[in-house]
């Protein structure tokens, strides 16, 4: 099922032998936009530190109950490396926290997972990690995980050219529980076009600008005007997510596509 991303702030992390701490942000992978790590504030008890909590660690999560339960003790946690909220993650600093935890690596497949499609553990098997292959020209340290809190406000342009047309910003993010995959964009487009919402896959991203906030489509204003409205009161149903795709004429996820290859 998709809920918005948002709503994980906030939220209980319990381990199997009590609370670990409440959520303060979700980073997501802004390759194969994917959720990559729960932020954490453990609180007193480990002196405020922030702990990263990867979606392989989630047995499932309670929404009505505002609680992520994890297959994790406090004791497991108290022992991961530590991280600086203020910095960017870099690749090796997920190496650290992977091989504390044991779990294997998310870039060393063609799937969203690395060789899966959903976040898997298997404490019998042995799970190497595997050396990321930086991009040129790449920035020491690689840093690509985004934070949902900062992403959130940026403004999102339609067509294959800068400069097409505003069409409104990002006010958040739709997340299979499952998968943990970022399935869309939910833009707000009230100061634009008529209409209040509308939820755009992040796979038909043609450009991200981080430093310049901006996310650019590679749709066309007029085929956004005529789009299906996303409703956020609602849970988005299969029916219009099928409508959706059809009026832009592109196959859905759930056909078996694949995210692209990190």
């Known amino acids: 099922m998709l809920h918005r991303m948002h709503k994980l702030t906030g939220m209980?992390?319990?381990a199997s032998d009590g609370e670990i701490g409440k959520i303060k942000d979700v980073y997501f992978d802004d390759r194969r936009w994917g959720v990559r790590y729960l932020v954490v504030d453990a609180g007193s008890w480990l002196e405020?530190?922030?702990?990263?909590?990867?979606p392989?660690?989630?047995?499932?999560?309670?929404?009505e109950g505002q609680c992520v339960r994890v297959r994790l003790t406090r004791e497991q946690v108290?022992?991961?490396p530590d991280i600086d909220?203020?910095?960017p993650v870099s690749r090796q600093h997920?190496?650290?926290?992977?091989?504390?935890y044991g779990y294997p690596d998310y870039w060393g497949g063609p799937l969203l997972w690395g060789t899966t499609a959903y976040p898997f553990f298997d404490p019998a098997a042995e799970m190497p990690l595997t050396e990321p292959v930086l991009a040129e020209g790449a920035p020491p340290g690689d840093p690509h995980l985004q934070s949902a809190a900062e992403v959130k406000g940026y403004t999102l342009q339609t067509?294959?050219?800068?400069?097409d047309e505003i069409i409104g910003y990002v006010e958040d993010f739709l997340v299979d529980?499952?998968?943990?995959?970022?399935?869309?964009?939910?833009?707000?487009t009230r100061k634009w076009l008529p209409g209040e919402h509308l939820v755009i896959p992040p796979e038909w991203a043609s450009r991200v600008d981080w430093p310049q906030h901006l996310v650019q489509v590679s749709v066309t204003a007029a085929e956004v005007r005529e789009a299906p409205r996303y409703d956020p009161a609602l849970t988005l149903s299969r029916d219009y997510e099928q409508r959706l795709h059809a009026h832009y004429r592109r196959s859905g996820y759930w056909e078996g596509n694949r995210p692209p290859d990190a």
């Open 12 to 14: 209980t992390i319990g």
């Open 48 to 54: 405020n530190r922030k702990v990263l909590i990867s």
């Open 56 to 63: 392989i660690s989630v047995l499932g999560v309670d929404w």
């Open 78 to 80: 108290k022992g991961s």
């Open 85 to 87: 909220p203020d910095k």
């Open 94 to 100: 997920e190496m650290d926290v992977l091989r504390y």
């Open 159 to 163: 067509g294959v050219h800068a400069g």
């Open 177 to 188: 529980d499952e998968s943990w995959a970022v399935r869309y964009l939910v833009v707000d």
